[in-house]
């Protein structure tokens, strides 16, 4: 009975009230994941109120409902990546592509995270895919190319051996 009256509550601030919404998944946020992995009755009420940080603004917690509405038209998956803090995440080699494409990856850093993801598995008919396990059609990038130039090249050869001459024997193109 008790969590049939505080979800729509809960919903109602985090539709009404961003800054007080914030405040309260600062506070009981991982309870509310707790209940995602727990209770399947009400599954889909507690996921509406989930929040975390994303590439869109790192600074700011977003939602899954905010987030497929900025999806790209073609876009069909929800991509988010684990790591242990947002710094470690935004310098993920993994992140390029989605950088580079300007697509958004939701941030999950708390060890709860990765557990309630497969009970979620997908939101408004949005798969809900890690990065390392996305099956992606590479976009093409629009610019070609640029070959380096011959004296950046051999400048760049002779730092590596200058920084390697104790390890290396020779620095080859």
């Excluded at 310098?91 to 309630?116: A, G, Q």
Aim: glycine share 2%; charged share 40%; aromatic share 12%.
């Amino acid at each position: 009975y008790l969590v049939r009256k505080l979800l729509p509550e809960f919903q109602s601030w985090a539709d009404s009230d961003k800054e007080k919404y914030e405040k309260f998944w600062i506070a009981f946020g991982n309870h509310i994941k707790e209940g995602i992995y727990i209770d399947s009755t009400n599954r889909d009420k507690l996921t509406k109120l989930f929040r975390c940080h994303s590439s869109h603004n790192s600074d700011e917690l977003t939602s899954l409902e905010d987030y497929t509405k900025r999806m790209g038209p073609d876009q069909k998956e929800i991509y988010y990546v684990s790591g242990k803090n947002k710094a470690a995440i935004e310098i993920s080699p993994n992140m390029e592509y989605f950088r580079e494409n300007k697509i958004e990856v939701l941030y999950f850093y708390d060890e709860i995270d990765e557990f309630i993801m497969p009970m979620i598995d997908e939101f408004e008919g949005k798969k809900i895919v890690e990065i390392d396990k996305a099956d992606l059609e590479f976009i093409a990038s629009k610019e070609p190319k640029k070959e380096m130039s011959k004296t950046a090249k051999s400048k760049l050869l002779r730092y590596f051996k200058d920084i390697l001459s104790d390890k290396v024997e020779e620095v080859v193109e």
